[in-house]
């Protein structure tokens, strides 16, 4: 379908011409009453890409007409994540900036005889559509309902007492074309427009007049839109305005989460999750502070496409165009989770040998740093078994094994703590100066905590054990939400150098556990914290 199909006529095509240029006219219209998520990024690609690709431009609009859930906070948090997944908008808007305007078309609309002001309650209003029959007030005269529609304005009713209602038809097979509500009372204060109106128009009028009167080309929505087209057109058609071209795409599910805005607010209100920004949150600004690169989204949004289908996409995925993004990039260190001391019994005491580690295995381009070896040293307690099997690389008694950039060690000893003798106070093993040696386990590990960091670590998995949270009824989506979606690790210890010069969105590679951010949490020197964005291998 082109523009035609809009069914412009020839002068409103003209008028938009030299209005426009001729060019291609998209918008993000997002409500301003929760943060941006995974599914706005789709949204986002769609929108404002389509617009680069016709050297077009995308505006973001704040589709801001119902006061009640709309805050400041989000619509500041919108732009920023707008801006952060790497968009320019061409201009920013407004809904409420045409309050005055849609409100002289909702007069103009009753005096063609195709509104009226209406005083039944919403289950009354069902009710009606149920039997397909007429408002009682569906024919009162021009002049009274103009008369009310001013009432209304003028705060002399209350809330739901009376509604603005388009003229369409009650026999209409779409319910949507029903007599669709156009504006309702609320006393409630506008985020953006303040106390000026108690009456705020609905989705079905505001959002077609305003594509309209900012000469949207394409007017790009989800799939769940679809029904309320014919009251779009009908609408820009009853006022003689220029007609967008509509199109309607499939809403993107990601697997393990939600998408919906109540459910991320209940979330996020009931303190199931640590903000919006959350890591785990599918928010743009909780992907940002797990780490996920902006250019991540934009690859994973162009590989999901844009269909009418189902568009159920799994979280690896994401994860996948993450790790794809950080690989090349980002510098190597290492960080121990859970220490494990050793003490080399060959050594001296203040033994210090600083090492040279490349940044990066495979990219010589990114230099050294040096890793200090000494006396002291620490594994991760998961390398380390008492007894020894085929299939483990990790450190037993006995044992050899490579400290990754420095030298081999043998276990020979183990000191069990006089507290508690099931625990292990260190081990005692013994290097080996002869660095050609290959034995098969390869571990990372730290330097004695007068050269490491210690660091709080938060690991991340799914927020939710099923794939399709949403879909479960009622309130039991809740006890879908993972025990172990954020595990901490106050304990950690990272190497001296990634310590240095750390500030919160620093991204690492720590060895052979996967990719860490450093979060906003941090109070740096004195506390540092790092998010686990994605292990080094999906586990699909
Ligand atoms: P929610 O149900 O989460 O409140 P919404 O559609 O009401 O979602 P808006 O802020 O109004 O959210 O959405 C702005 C734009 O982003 C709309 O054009 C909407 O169609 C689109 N959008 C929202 N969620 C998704 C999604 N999951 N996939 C693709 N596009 C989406
Ligand atoms: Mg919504
Ligand atoms: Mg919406």
Redesign the pocket.
Known sequence: RDLETARNTPELLERHRLATGGKVICR????P??FLHI??A??MFLNFGYAQKENGICILRY?DTNPEAEREEFIKSIEESVRWLGYEPAKITFTSDYFDQLYELAVELIKRDKAYVCHLKPDEISQYREKKQDSPWRNRPIEESLRLFEDMKFGKFEEGAAILRMKIDMQHPNPCMQDPIAYRIRYKRHPHSGDKWCIYPSYDFAHCIVDSLEWITHSL??LE?EIRRDSYYWLLAALDLYRPFVWEFS???VTHTV????KLTFLVDKGYVRGWDDPRMPTLMGLRRRGFPPEALRKFCASVGVTRGDNLIGFHKLENACRTCLDPQVLRRMCVLEPLKIIIENLPEDHVEWLQVPNHPKDERKGNHTSPFTKEVFIEKSDFRLQDERDFFGLAPGKTVLLRYAYPIKAKDIKWSAEDPSKIEFIVASYDPDKTQKPKGVLHWVASTKFSTSVEVRLYNNLFLSEQPGFIKGDAWLNDINPESEIVKEKALLEYDAAKNIHPGDIFQFERLGFFCCDKDSTIPTRIVFNRTVTLKGSR
């Open positions: 993000f219209p997002p409500e009453n929760g599914g706005h789709k949204s589709d929505c989800t839109f809403r993107l599910v998408v919906s805005k109540r």
